[in-house]
């Protein structure tokens, strides 16, 4: 009867309009002037209602909003409910109390007006969940519930529960949370020995006035607990706004001197239970910083690790009593196994394998029956070991899968050149063995090995091979390396060196030397680095399809020849010699995938750009594995991440430097 009673009245407004509009038509055509006052009482009429549509509007509210309306018990009862409530149909507002009237429309009158206009953001969708949805009116914090109406058309009630003093007070105390702050003058005792006792003073005092203008920013405190160790405790919003601002305090102590040789490393713990878990956290984060190389800040969460900072390089230790330790040290632990596996990373080069070979040379001196494992067919050290198979002593190699049977609880697993689980040759092989010791020179990254009896981690090092070589140096003179493992290890110091060109410092030119006196030829190392015309043809293909981006040369290629993987690290180097590329990345298919070899010059650090394509390395030297990606898809991602490293460093140079 309703849905007739709406057909007959749409039906007679249709015909009056007909009517007028026939009627009008003589009217214009033999008597336009009669139209003048229709017209006029028109324009008059929607004058009025403009000059009086708030008037009208709060007609229509004062009526709407009574207590009683047409009997119904419905509208009482939500007038009197003690929270702001309002009716809403489609996207209009139909009805609302009082307290929504005071709360939200600050005394005004909204009827008929658009609900996106009265609450920005409001969804029904979400305000139908039980949870409800946050949303901010007027500086005010509601959670809005509704109920949906059964039928799309319908109407919904919606109302609002005024908890901005408990969102506020929740703010506040995450805002107030306390957080730690581990701070470290890297390489302190190398960069303070040789001063003057007033040089040292002045040094200090300068650091120590940019560190309390710092943390005085904040509401926490600083302590120095040693001579260049700092402990500061600090609330979460200032951490926050340390991150935003990429901890500047480090480009501030680096500009003290322009050399760079005076840095600080940052460990920050924060979003713990406690403040000793917090102080756990910064704990761990400083360690890693320092692992890393320093000048950086890491900050540690719930979550796992962020960075900032690491575009130094590490400053070299001049002293060995750490190596000579470390050498009696692992002597002991080789002498304790009943055998020993040596294990380097996966794709092993020529500084794994090399480094692999010292180490098993010092099993060879304590009588403990040792074994390289490593992967023949996927190595880019293939010339090397097989000369050494040529030389009779193709035994010292296994394939991983062969020492699975003779792994006992006194298996001893040295792991060389890389600190990363995912990275090992054999993950099986490293679950297996209860005894770890790393030897490594790469910047730790997270998912490092975690767990070592025994570690001996520089990252100021050339290569794994010069660390190697400092341990043997310690072991007994008699029965010392022979000249074609010094030739092995000689090779690796020059592979991450790029033949003593790149982050070498006096320690790498003392490790060669040491092993030229053990009958090294630099001559027959040489010719390790020799290649195939085939692999000089890729080479050469891969370096002329390269372009140049924000000073990065980048080049791609299709999946190479089997055998050919040497091509990719190769190619990365000669890009290295074209004017004005600070740093290179080269990216090859490589079954489904995509691996990722990177070089620079020390302008940028490609360890901290590849990272987040889980990728890891050292400042001048990286790399990274793709999985099921593409091409296209790599090239775009390494494009992103220099995108996003050249942003850091333009905000990192317009900090502000004050002189002290």
Not at 27 to 55: K, M, S, T
Not at 202 to 208: K, L, P, S
Not at 231 to 236: D, G, K, L, W
Not at 560 to 579: F, K
Request: proline share 4%; with cysteine.
């Amino acid at each position: 009867m309703k849905n007739k009673l709406r057909l007959d009245t749409a039906a007679i407004m249709v015909l009056l309009m007909l009517c007028c509009a026939a009627l009008a038509v003589p009217v214009v055509l033999y008597a336009p002037q009669w139209l003048l006052a229709p017209v006029i009482v028109l324009a008059a009429a929607v004058i009025l209602i403009a000059v009086n549509r708030r008037r009208v509007r709060t007609f229509i509210a004062r009526n709407l909003s009574g207590n009683v309306f047409g009997g119904s018990k419905v509208q009482y009862s939500l007038a009197q409910l003690p929270l702001p409530a309002f009716l809403m149909s489609g996207n209009s507002v139909l009805w609302y109390n009082a307290y929504f009237k005071d709360s939200v429309l600050g005394g005004a009158d909204a009827v008929l007006m658009p609900v996106e206009k009265l609450l920005p953001g409001l969804d029904m969708a979400v305000c139908s969940r039980p949870h409800g949805q946050d949303i901010t009116v007027n500086g005010f914090r509601f959670t809005a519930y509704a109920s949906p109406s059964p039928t799309s058309n319908g109407a919904s009630i919606v109302y609002l529960v005024d908890d901005t003093f408990y969102k506020d007070t929740l703010d506040e105390y995450t805002a107030s949370r306390p957080a730690c702050m581990i701070i470290v003058i890297d390489s302190y005792d190398e960069l303070f020995t040789d001063m003057k006792d007033s040089e040292q003073a002045h040094e200090q005092e300068a650091i120590n006035r940019l560190l309390e203008e710092y943390i005085g920013q904040t509401t926490g405190f600083l302590r120095r607990v040693a001579n260049n160790r700092y402990i500061a405790v600090v609330e979460e919003r200032h951490i926050r706004r340390m991150i935003k601002h990429r901890f500047d305090i480090l480009d501030k102590v680096r500009a003290l001197h322009p050399g760079g040789s005076l840095t600080l490393s940052i460990g920050v713990g924060h979003g713990g239970k406690t403040l000793a878990e917090c102080q756990e956290m910064a704990r761990e984060s400083i360690d890693i910083a320092l692992g890393r190389g320093g000048d950086q800040a890491a900050v540690k969460t719930l979550d796992g690790f962020e960075f900032f900072g690491g575009v130094s390089h590490g400053v070299e230790k001049r002293s060995h009593v750490r190596s000579r330790i470390i050498a009696n040290a692992l002597e002991d632990q080789i002498r304790q196994s009943d055998s020993v596996l040596i294990m380097g990373h996966s794709m092993s080069d020529l500084d794994a394998i090399g480094s692999a070979i010292g180490v098993l040379r010092m099993c060879k001196m304590c009588g403990v029956p040792s074994v390289i494992t490593v992967h023949k067919g996927a190595t880019l050290a293939g010339q090397l070991i097989d000369l050494f198979i040529k030389a009779g002593e193709g035994d010292n190699f296994i394939e991983p899968e062969e020492t699975y049977e003779i792994i006992t609880p006194k298996t001893l697993l040295i792991v060389v050149d890389t600190y990363q689980k995912r990275l090992l040759e054999s993950q099986k092989i490293y679950e297996k063995c209860q005894r770890v010791v790393v030897i490594d020179h790469h910047r730790m990254a997270v998912g490092h090995i975690d767990n070592p009896i025994l570690l001996y981690h520089e990252p100021y090092a050339s290569s794994a091979s010069e660390l190697v070589c400092e341990l043997l140096q310690f072991m007994p003179t008699q029965g010392n390396i022979t000249p074609l493992e010094a030739q092995a290890l000689l090779a690796g110091i020059m592979l991450d060196t790029r033949s003593f060109a790149l982050h070498v410092g006096v320690r790498t030119f003392e490790a060669a030397a040491w092993l030229r006196s053990r009958g090294a030829q630099t001559a027959d190392t040489k010719l390790l680095f020799n290649v195939s015309k085939a692999e000089y043809e890729a080479r050469a293909h891969i370096v002329e399809d390269a372009y140049i981006y924000k000073g990065c040369a980048v080049a791609v290629s299709e999946e190479l020849e089997p055998g050919m993987n040497v091509v990719l690290p190769m190619a990365a180097n000669d890009l290295l010699t074209i004017t004005g590329v600070d740093a290179s990345f080269v990216a090859v298919a490589k079954n489904g995938g995509v691996n990722i070899s990177a070089r620079s010059m020390g302008a940028l650090n490609v360890q901290v750009i590849l990272e987040p394509l889980g990728g890891g390395g050292h400042l001048t030297m990286a790399g990274a594995q793709l999985k099921n990606c593409s091409l296209e898809e790599a090239e775009r991602r390494i494009r992103e991440e220099i995108d996003h490293y050249r942003a850091n460093q333009s905000a990192s140079n317009a900090v502000p430097v004050r002189k002290p």
